[in-house]
Each structure stands twice: as C-alpha cells, then as structure tokens.
C-alpha cells in the first residue's frame, strides 16, 4: 500500500526533537507502515496529486478542506480538543465537520468526540505508543518517598496560562504529603508559573524545560508514579499517559470513563480524591505497576498500526 501522510506544516520537524504531538503521531505512524511492509511518507499538502497514493491521511483540518476542494480523496485523524473549548458555533468545530464531511473516514482518539459530531463517518482510534523509547522490565519496586511527575504543555484556547493541566492540583497533592515532584514541558508552561509564584515557595518542586524525546524515557524511569488530572483532552489516552504507563509508572488522573485504562487510578480535578488514589496504590502498588506496562504494551504503535491498516483496507 502507498500512503501519504500530510505534513501539518506547523514549522515543526517530524519527527519532532522535543515537542510536538502530531508529528509524533505521523513519524510513529509512518515508520510502522513501513515495517510492515508499506510505502509510507509524509508531504506538503500541497505537493500531493491526485491518484498518486493509495491512501493520504490527513491530521489537520484546514488541509483536509484543502485536500476536498482539490478532489482528493483521504483519511482524516482530529487532535484538536478546541473543537469542545470553542463550541459547535465556532469556526474550528465547523472546519472539522467540514473535514469529516469529505472524508472517507475519520479517527477520533477519543469516544466523547464521535459522540460530540454525531457523523456516521466517526470512529474511535485510540493513539499508541513507542515501546522501544518508553519501556520498563519487571515491576517497579514500591518507592519509600513517591517522586512525582507531570509532563504536559499546559494552557488553553490562547491562555497560555491557563490550568488545563492541573499543575496546581498535582503541586497540591505534592505538598499534601510533602512529596517530591517534577513538572516537565516546553517553555509555554512558564505563564502558568508566572501567573502562580506560590508554587516556587514548594522547595521539593523541580521544573525541566524543553527535554529532548531522548531524555524522555530517563525522566519517566526515575520517577514513581505520574499525575494527569487534565480538564480537557482530544486523546483517550493521551501520549503521555501511554508513556507513563509504558514504563510502568501508576497514574492518578482523568480519562473518559467509556475508554478502558489499567493502571490508572481515576481521579477528577480534588485533590482529595487524588490522595485517596495515591494510598490506593502504594497499597496495591505491584498490581497497578503491572497493570500499566500491560496497558502501553497492549497500545504499542505496532499494534495501532496493525488496526490502522485494516481500516486503511476498508475504505479502498
């Protein structure tokens, strides 16, 4: 099979050095196919001809659009969970409804989002993750102090401050129990910091910026257990859920309760229910440490890959 997928021309490289979650999709995506046999690229958008591939799967909405008026057939992927921020009046949920209206299928990484369009063409694809960057053998053993972790790029609709990631409610558990805890992410988080100066007073606090992909799995593997108490997300699991699960690390957070996720203690934005969840699992901590390596196996991108032709095959 030819496949193309569209560069999402965000001035980022694929695959990305240390940010960047669609290109790190398409690489993964990409390298895949070609292990499996395919000829896989990526390409402008706007140097992709008609019937020159037996498959372009587009992640963008704008390109899609593009690719419709230009009679081009193609698969769309949506990561945009502005789509739900902005609302269905809004011009970024009606530019995806465009996008899924001329495709000849669309993935959803997330359940709320086939549910939210209410479009025959909308299925569920949940993402992957790469076992041979993220990985951990055996179990963890149970940590006397718990370092804690969050990794994320924090903000929303242009509020490059704004909590989306629920820094605050991580930093709260942390000094709840006077834990360690190491918030990672690109420079974007410092509005975040700078507009919550309280959280420099926490001395057990250690801030990385920018970290390369390479660095990643280090930064998973010395901590013990990863915080994800996110308000709103377009993937069910996300990435760094998928990661953090992959190297074994038990995760107190929120994901839509339709979508399965061992290993994961389901807490909403309390940091109550958060510390419920951390004494659940330093109790049962074998079992939840298990439970995630099991769970970023299960979602390796080999095994996405594996789905995702099969829908390619379907649509042919």
Known sequence: MNICHVDPACGLSIPPKNWGAIEKIIWEFEVNQNKLGHQSIHRLGGHIHKNEFDIVHC????????????????????????????????????????????????????????????????VYFAHGVNIDDFSFSGVKPLPKEPKLLMLANNGMGGKNGYDRKGFAYGLALAMKRNLPITIVGPRNNENWFNENLWAFSYPKLNIIWEPDNKDLKDIFNSHDIFLHPSELEAGHPNLTLLEAAACGLPIIGWIELETDFYGMWRAPRNVFRMEEGLDDILENWELYSTLATQTGQNFSWENRTKELIKIYKSVL
Request: aromatic share 12%.
């Open 59 to 122: 992640h963008v909405a704008n390109l899609a659009v593009d690719l419709k008026n230009r009679g081009i057939p193609y698969i769309y992927q949506l990561h945009d969970h502005h789509v739900m921020y902005y609302g269905k009046e809004s011009h970024t949920y009606k530019e995806n409804l465009e996008a899924i209206e001329g495709s000849l299928i669309s993935l959803m990484p997330a359940k709320w989002l086939v549910d939210y369009f209410e479009n025959d063409k909308c």
